[in-house]
């Protein structure tokens, strides 16, 4: 009863009477409130009265903890330094630690206080104590630990006073006080190109301003505009620019760091001032002004700047109006058919992927009609990988186009491979689709007359060797072939070619012809390996771990032990494993709808 009244001394006189066991309960709970009421001698002695020798569970362990940590306390508070820090030090716990280092902290016992925040853990709040103790060395040894920015600072300036550049320029760094660093920067230290990367990554708006006076004491106007507009300093960068010719740096500059505000004051300026159509326009469009811009890029013409720069302006205004306008400008609604590359990228910027693709085959063909046969199949396998990271169908024009000119372009490594059945395969299937490759007609037929040849396929030999017999071709044939290709003609199809390997469709298992991409019985179209050109099978399948592209996985071993890349992206090989074939095709039918 008197423990519940509080009543600690009866309580205290009573346990020595009737129950000694609770005594050490009854001073630790006593001397807590002598604690409290500022009783700090009182509270000592009952602290160590508390104490339990022999403590064997964890709550007499915690119970002896907190005695102890209380000693440690009162020891300080009744002026016993020495015992009160050995035995803070002693105990496990971090929070004795703190309490006893605050209370050092406050009766300004400095270095004490520092050692138990330190050995604590509470490294910020000892290189506090330790600056007010002037004990500098000690701040440096721990700052590796501290974390608070404005410990840093202090430590900084103090360092800057000494004289000490470098570790004051650490320190404000540290601190993220970008405006100290970069004044140090360039003076005392003079590296202005460590001060231009400070101020570029922390884009510090008075730091800029330091660096641009910096510039303008050299005589680098064109630094010096830059730095001014990024501190914001805009009117004294247009009267730089206008007092030194240098508004392509201050355009620039605007371009990189100028707000919405700024761009538009500089297209007027352009627009009014400097009869500049096209960087007007380009202004316009930074400041948002998308219909003013692009009526300026109509009216300027079809150069390829322009019609770019309208494309972008399309882009960024995501306008179905200014899209319907810009589709009609570039499809030459003013009489002047604009390059279809330019529809191509307005359709991709815009996510409409299936018009891009459309406007992809087309690019293609006028690549292929060039000659550009590795650009055309690059813009068509891009196209190609975007639809499928879209999980949308491939359109089958573009998916045969890919393949025919990707089966042409292998022939070279599959030669240099030995793989002389491989390429002429791949040759057969290239001049099955000679009208993709206009410029080379007579290129390819003679290879393929020459490849197949060596292959033993007389039959497409003679083939391929007639059909350059025709007029329209006969006179382009080299010299060094057409005696060969002639007598080919003469001798005629006496013998049929070498009958094609057939393997197991991965879909339906039926016999198909090695090179075949559709399938006689189940119908599927089957994709392609992109090594060998032969339709997958499900035994050895494989994808590129770069670009995802099928292919035998035995081919992918090949190549990645000669070191070469995959023939499609040209990424390494060293990651591909062997797959599943069908669970790749139920994917296919899954995600892309096929």
């Not at 608070?148 to 404000?172: D, F, L, N, R, T």
């Not at 007609?441 to 290879?447: A, D, K, M, N």
Request: aromatic content about 8%.
């Amino acid at each position: 009863m008197r423990r519940d009244l509080l009543n600690w001394p009866k309580a205290l006189v009573l346990a020595e009477k009737m129950d000694v066991k609770e005594i050490p309960f009854l001073s630790k709970e006593y001397a807590q409130e002598l604690e409290l009421t500022g009783d700090h001698a009182n509270a000592l002695v009952n602290y160590e009265k508390g104490v339990i020798d022999d403590a064997d569970t964890p709550e007499l362990q915690e119970h002896n903890e907190i005695c102890q940590s209380g000693i440690a306390r009162m020891a300080i508070k009744t002026g016993d330094l020495r015992r009160g820090v050995q035995m803070a030090k002693q105990l496990e716990g971090r929070v004795v630690k703190k309490d006893c280092a605050i209370i050092l902290e406050q009766m300004k016992q400095y270095t004490e206080a520092a050692q138990l925040y330190e050995v604590g853990l509470f490294y910020d709040r000892a290189a506090a104590v330790c600056l007010k103790a002037n004990t500098y060395a000690k701040v440096g040894e721990l700052l590796d630990k501290v974390k608070s920015p404005k410990i840093h600072i202090q430590y900084g300036k103090i360092m800057e006073k000494e004289k000490k550049w470098k570790v004051a320029v650490q320190c404000y760094e540290k601190g993220r006080d970008y405006d100290n660093q970069v004044r140090l920067l360039l003076d005392p230290l003079n590296d202005p190109d460590e001060a231009v990367r400070v101020v570029r990554e922390s884009r510090s708006i008075e730091g800029a301003k330091l660096v641009a006076k910096f510039f303008v004491k050299l005589g680098d106007h064109n630094s010096a505009i830059q730095f001014l507009v990024m501190s914001q300093c805009v009117q004294e960068a247009f009267e730089l620019a206008e007092k030194n010719n240098a508004f392509a740096e201050y355009a620039k500059a605007i371009e990189e760091h100028g707000n919405l505000t700024q761009a538009l004051e500089l297209a007027d300026f352009y627009n009014n001032k400097a009869n500049d159509a096209y960087m007007a326009a380009k202004f316009y469009t930074q400041a948002g002004q998308f219909e003013k811009a692009m009526g300026l890029l109509f009216k300027q013409g079809d150069s390829d700047d322009c019609v770019g720069l309208a494309v972008d302006c399309g882009v960024k205004a995501n306008d179905e109006v200014l899209t319907g306008k810009l589709v009609r400008f570039l499809l030459g609604e003013d009489g002047n058919t604009k390059d279809p590359q330019h529809l191509f990228k307005l359709y991709v910027g815009l996510g409409r992927t299936r018009d891009a693709a459309k406007t992809a085959v087309v690019v293609a063909q006028i690549h292929q009609q060039k000659g550009s046969y590795r650009v055309a199949r690059d813009l068509l396998f891009k196209m190609h990988q975007e639809l499928r990271a879209k999980m949308m169908r491939i359109p089958l024009d573009m998916n045969k186009g890919l393949m025919a000119i990707h089966s042409y372009i292998i022939v070279k490594s599959l030669i240099a491979r030995k793989e002389t059945l491989l390429a002429a395969r791949m040759l057969i299937r290239t001049c099955q689709e000679i009208q993709r490759f206009p410029t080379h007609i007579v290129q390819i037929l003679t290879s393929a007359v020459v490849i197949c040849s060596q292959a033993n396929l007389k039959k497409s030999a003679h083939k391929y060797a007639s059909q350059l017999m025709n007029q329209e071709y006969r006179p382009k044939i080299h010299e060094k072939y057409k005696k060969k290709i002639e007598d080919i003609v003469r001798k005629g199809a006496s013998q049929n070619d070498i009958p094609e390997v057939q393997s197991p469709c991965p879909y339906c298992e039926y016999p198909t012809a090695d090179y075949a991409i559709s399938c006689d019985n189940c119908k599927m179209l089957i994709p392609y390996c992109i090594i060998t050109g032969r339709h997958i099978v499900s035994e050895d399948f494989s994808r590129c771990p770069t670009c995802e592209m099928p292919a035998y996985y035995s081919e992918f071993r090949k190549l990645s032990q000669a070191n070469d890349g995959c023939y499609m992206c040209g990424g390494e090989l060293k990651m591909a494993i062997p797959e599943d074939a069908k669970a790749y095709l139920e994917r296919m039918e899954k995600d892309y709808k096929m």
